[in-house]
């Protein structure tokens, strides 16, 4: 039986038509080059470089260049979450719905996930939010990362279902046993491997349905 229903939050809680990501993308490009006084040309292709090797743009530049972390999370977080984001009544009714524990496990920092949670209109539901922050050096997709949270949670990956909007990032919970479900994916994802896959976070309550049921 599920105990914890596990959710990624950018792109996963809201949908990535919104505009969120793409305006906090355009600030992380513009603290490499203003902070970190970076070559423009250069910008894109380290942070794909850094993505692939790393997880996470943050994580390749405080490994190779000593990234004041702190710094970076509130420059690049600073955006009104409610001009993109908003209220979600249908995912509030289905999480409602949901006995199982809910929490937040984002590479994105505590504050950003509680504003994201209060513009969408369902932060009631979640027990916790596991940050960029927790895991110390790790974040998703690392293993380490998903092997701490069900130690910190007291349970097995059996006993879980993970929501994403990352393919890449759901490969680990997988390996770890947990029910694995990936939100809008884009159309040339790859998804071998995938338990579940639906097109907007409210349908959860759908999934659950299957699970429980053993379909």
Request: net charge negative; hydrophobic share 40%; with cysteine.
């Amino acid at each position: 039986m599920l105990e914890y229903l596990v959710f990624d939050l950018d792109e996963t809680i809201y949908p990535r038509t919104s505009g969120l990501m793409q305006a906090i993308s355009a600030r992380i490009s513009a603290y490499m080059i203003d902070r970190m006084e970076m070559d423009p040309a250069i910008v894109p292709t380290l942070r794909h470089v850094y993505w692939e090797q790393y997880g996470t743009t943050s994580r390749g530049l405080q490994t190779l260049h000593g990234l004041d972390v702190d710094d970076y999370m509130e420059y690049v977080h600073d955006i009104p979450v409610q001009d993109y984001v908003r209220p979600d009544f249908a995912l509030d009714r289905a999480l409602d719905a949901l006995p199982q524990r809910k929490v937040i496990f984002t590479n994105a920092t505590e504050a950003h996930a509680r504003g994201v949670l209060e513009a969408v209109g369902v932060a009631r539901h979640f027990t916790g939010i596991y940050d960029v922050f927790y895991a110390g050096h790790e974040s998703k997709p690392a293993p380490g990362a998903y092997r701490r949270l069900l130690q910190d949670l007291d349970t097995t990956g059996y006993r879980c279902l993970m929501v994403e909007d990352s393919a890449r990032n759901l490969q680990p919970a997988k390996a770890l046993g947990m029910v694995t479900v990936l939100v809008d994916p884009p159309p040339e994802t790859a998804i071998e491997g995938i338990d579940h896959v639906i097109g907007r976070v409210s349908e959860i309550a759908e999934v659950m349905r299957l699970v429980e049921g053993g379909d």
